[in-house]
């Protein structure tokens, strides 16, 4: 089992950026799939970024050109820059890696 815990969420104006951080610990398995996934009030969990360990990323077309997912495979960490952010990324914001969810961490931005 992997334990995953997030960082780094807040409130911010429309037009700016936010850093998230996940840090994962446990049975970690090499070639694994990390990413972000989020969900507003009343709307079902979606993908926003995914990372795999050669580096391979698929984005959610919301977000593409805007945020921009790493992994540092040494630490074991997965990282989400999110810039231009929009009211409509407001949402809770959750790490996940081999099946495992963090407990979420929330993203607010205003307009």
């Known amino acids: 089992q992997v334990q995953l815990v997030e960082s780094g969420g807040g409130l911010v104006q429309t037009g700016g950026s936010l850093r998230l951080s996940c840090a994962a610990s446990?049975?970690?398995?090499?070639?694994?799939?990390m990413g972000w996934y989020r969900q507003a009030p009343g709307k079902q969990r979606e993908m926003v970024a995914l990372?795999?360990?050669?580096?391979?990323?698929n984005y959610a077309d919301s977000v593409k050109d805007r945020f921009t997912i790493s992994r540092d495979n040494v630490k074991n960490t997965v990282h989400l820059q999110m810039n231009s952010l929009k009211p409509e990324d407001t949402a809770v914001y959750y790490c996940?890696?081999?099946?495992?969810w963090g407990q979420g961490t929330q993203v607010t931005v205003s307009s």
């Open positions: 996940y890696a081999q099946s495992s």
């Open positions: 446990g049975n970690i398995r090499s070639g694994n799939v």
């Open positions: 990372i795999r360990t050669g580096g391979m990323t």
